[in-house]
């Protein structure tokens, strides 16, 4: 898809639904309009003494006709129109869903979390509104305003273009003075909204650290304060609507009065009967009441495209450039054959040729010339200080990024050619896994969804767990609660590590899975970690060097290069500056 098609594509699937819509509110429209103008005729006629008693009679009919259909012709437009809107809405949150699932590797480095939600939670529906509350409505009213003034034309052409002068300011001036004055306002406010979104979620994130610093109140006062900010703005497009709605309404009145004038008038000349001027005066409401919702349903224009630029962004399909993460599933991937791909879950062998990389924007590269060789089953501890590049590394050999220059592959193919099978090639342990609210068994079938239930109780026994999960209440059926609260951090990892041990992947990533953990709880975890893995290839991300002796390679990467590489003897042999960064982290060793 382009980048703007957010709806066109859903507009062109439905199109026949939204011509039915139309129809049907159109329908409805003049099902109103008739049932005042007939209602207004049966009023006058039946204050004179009727000629026929067919005069009356057939009038009762009709309105009672146009007051069913009216309901029926109503009722059957909402659930047209509310159920194509949540079709389109399902396939909205799919696409969505599958825009960010093949991004997930770097979802978090591209986007603040404040930013998805605030896409989550508003974004969609704005364009689920798009439909309910400006397409449709502006459709009806303005092939009305065409019927209407061809009706009026019929009886006196420059009477018709005066009421026409009437409409304009409702269907057309007034609501384009009204997305004139709002957009820079909405804008604004939708900034300052955003930011409330953003900042609401690292103090929910950070909520312990806020009260422990004493400082929550100070938190407290500042949020309210942009809260303040914004409420001031949504009240200033409140009174605009206020006065709005003034003008739109001294405008139906003045259509009432014109219309009342030029009946009699008519009447005078004699060229419509008196029993009419009611019904000229009652059509006028209805065909109003269609009207008057135009400017409200311009003024959400702004919304509806901050939305769609804010979701394009997401699904931007661009050729990829150097430093920017491959869109995958929005542009045509090369296919990765499966003969290659049956050997890479078999065996992996990772080479990084001559690699520069640099985010977009940034005028220092990440890694410059960086290579590197892999082979299955080696193990390799990667050091560095923050910023060195350690992460960008593992998003480059996973295929998430593309290198500037060089290469990255994976048995001589590419990485970024795996796309959505490398999850069978490589697994990641990170700092913060996250565990589901749901069962114990259910998070650790993440890793192999079909697995049976021999298998779940034979990795939590490799990684150590199976005695707390069988002294559980429910044991294995025991709920983990919220992000896996019921659990400490180590035990947290252990899970995450039972998944990795039943997804069974020849290459395992490990990026800092011990932080935040106290060093008796992080020794532990690291001699699960290389006893449960032995065989596979690893890659430990670390930031320092607590258990690298038990690696087959460290390096440091510094200023986008490596700058020490070879075995943890050979380096403390050598090398008096890994010696002492040795000593001075891990004095004991």
């Not at 590394?393 to 060089?406: F, H, M, N, R, W």
């Not at 490589?426 to 589901?436: I, V």
């Not at 380096?571 to 982290?585: E, K």
């Amino acid at each position: 898809m382009k980048r703007e098609e957010w709806l066109r594509p859903y507009t062109k699937a439905y199109s026949g639904r939204i011509a039915a819509i139309a129809v049907l509110s159109l329908l409805t429209a003049l099902s109103a309009s008739l049932l005042l103008f007939t209602s207004g005729y049966l009023i006058s006629k039946a204050a004179l003494r009727p000629e026929n008693v067919l005069m009356i009679y057939v009038p009762i009919v009709l309105v009672r006709t146009f007051g069913i259909g009216k309901a029926a012709l109503h009722y059957i437009e909402r659930l047209v129109s509310h159920d194509t809107v949540l079709r389109i809405l399902s396939q909205m949150r799919v696409r969505l869903y599958q825009v960010l699932e093949p991004q997930a590797l770097f979802v978090r480095s591209r986007f603040r979390t404040g930013e998805l939600l605030g896409t989550l939670a508003d974004d969609i529906e704005h364009l689920q509104n798009v439909y309910l509350r400006t397409v449709f409505p502006m459709l009806t009213a303005v092939i009305m305003y065409g019927l209407w003034i061809a009706a009026l034309g019929c009886f006196d052409l420059s009477y018709a273009l005066l009421m026409g002068g009437y409409v304009d300011i409702l269907v057309f001036i007034l609501p384009g003075l009204s997305l004139w004055l709002t957009r820079k306002k909405y804008r604004r406010m939708k900034k300052e909204r955003q930011g409330l979104y953003q900042k609401l979620t690292d103090a929910v994130l950070g909520i312990n650290d806020w009260v422990i610093s004493g400082r929550a109140q100070q938190f407290v006062g500042s949020y309210e304060n942009d809260e303040r900010k914004v409420a001031a703005i949504d009240s200033e497009l409140k009174s605009w609507g206020r006065w709005r709605f003034l003008i739109g309404q001294c405008v139906v009145g003045i259509a009432v009065v014109s219309m009342i004038c030029w009946s009699e008038q008519l009447t005078v000349r004699g060229d419509i009967p008196a029993v009419w001027i009611a019904a000229f005066v009652l059509v006028v409401f209805p065909l109003m009441d269609v009207y008057l919702p135009a400017s409200e349903a311009v003024e959400k224009i702004p919304e509806y495209q901050d939305s769609r630029a804010r979701l394009a962004g997401l699904s931007d399909p661009s050729p990829v450039q150097a430093g920017e993460a491959a869109p995958r599933g929005l542009v045509p991937e090369p296919s990765i054959p499966e003969e290659a791909l049956r050997q890479a879950r078999q065996h992996a062998d990772i080479r990084l040729d001559q690699v520069r990389f640099r985010y977009d924007g940034a005028a220092d590269r990440v890694l410059d010339g960086i290579s590197l060789h892999i082979p299955q089953g080696a193990k390799v501890a990667v050091l560095g200080r923050s910023g060195a590049g350690k992460s960008t590394l593992l998003k480059l050999i996973q295929g998430a990024i593309t290198p500037e220059s060089g290469r990255v592959t994976i048995n001589r193919v590419s990485a970024d050619r795996f796309g959505e099978h490398i999850p069978e090639v490589m697994a990641m342990l990170n700092q913060s896994p996250y565990l589901f609210d749901t069962s114990v068994a259910n998070n650790i079938r993440l890793g192999r969804p079909d697995a049976a239930e021999d298998e779940v109780r034979h990795v939590s026994r490799l990684v150590g767990l199976d005695m707390l999960i069988e002294s559980l209440p429910a044991g294995y059926a025991t709920p983990m609660l919220e992000a896996g609260q019921r659990f400490s951090g180590g035990e947290r990892q252990r899970i995450a590590l039972a998944r990795i041990l039943l997804q069974n992947t020849p290459v395992v990533l490990l990026d800092e899975p011990t932080v935040g953990l106290d060093p008796k709880t992080e020794q532990s975890l690291l001699a699960t970690i290389f006893d449960a893995l032995q065989g596979k290839t690893l890659l430990w991300i670390t930031h320092h060097l607590l258990g690298v002796h038990q690696m087959d390679k460290v390096i440091f990467l510094e200023n986008g290069k490596i700058t020490m590489s070879g075995p943890h003897a050979e380096l403390m042999a050598r090398n008096a500056h890994y010696r002492q960064l040795h000593h001075l982290d891990y004095p004991a060793g």
